[in-house]
Antibody, heavy 119, light 110 residues
């Protein structure tokens, strides 16, 4: 069965960076897009961008250009998102979610990672 | 970016019909494809896909969930509502390259 297992919660200081992971199993990792979505406490969902692990192509929501960097390791079927220059506005739950290639919705989601930015 | 507007909350009785709406700031339809999707999220959990491309039931989702609409106006219907359906529901569009979500509708018991 398809599973997206995300790394654990992070407590990080303002101005620092954090890298969170999403390990995929149960399907061919290189054949599906992997997206990242942000959810601030009590708020809705915000799409950050996607990566196609097959060739490393990425696309970002313009709002997250320079904030988020998406990568993928085919050998371990793991997608990563690095967030840089962290501020309190980056405190949120971050989900990875799979999208069938050439499709436009998220059919499987990871459990989410809580990132808290605090001094 | 396309803005999706949802009512913040909807109160329903168990066994009744719930109709959740989502209005887009511009059309999200291309040809015969209606690029609107619906998700359910319970507290502390990840969202779950319910309906894709406006009216297609996702795998494993009960038939009491249905979706309809085109252009700028879309609806998610739950009939009949069961206790397990109490959650927040989000619409999401993929018409433009920057995908966006609605603000969510919290389904509550009357």
């Amino acid at each position: 069965q398809v599973q997206l297992q995300q790394s654990g919660a992070e407590l990080v200081k303002p101005g620092s960076s954090v890298k969170i992971s999403c390990k995929a199993s149960g399907y061919t990792f290189t054949s599906y897009d992997m997206h990242w979505i942000k959810q601030q406490p009590g708020n809705g969902l915000e799409w950050i961008g996607w990566i196609y692990p097959g060739n490393g192509n990425t696309k970002y929501n313009q709002k997250f250009n320079g904030k988020a960097t998406l990568t993928a390791d085919k050998s371990s079927s793991t997608a990563y998102m690095q967030l840089s220059s962290l501020t309190s506005e980056d405190s949120a739950v971050y989900f990875c979610a799979r999208s069938p290639t050439m499709a436009d919705y998220f059919d499987y989601w990871g459990q989410g990672v809580m990132v808290t930015v605090s001094s | 970016d396309i803005v999706l507007t949802q009512s913040p909350a909807l109160a329903v009785s168990l066994g009744q019909r719930a109709t959740i709406s989502c209005r887009a700031s511009q059309s999200v339809s291309i040809s015969r494809y209606n690029l609107m999707h619906w998700y359910q999220q319970k507290p502390g959990q990840q969202p779950k896909l319910l309906i894709y491309r406006a009216s297609n039931l996702a795998s494993g989702i009960p038939a009491r969930f249905s979706g309809s609409g085109s252009g700028t106006d879309f609806t998610l219907t739950i009939n009949p509502v069961q206790a397990d359906d109490i959650a927040t529901y989000y619409c999401q569009q993929s018409r433009e390259s920057t995908w966006t979500f609605g603000g969510g509708t919290k389904l509550e018991l009357k």
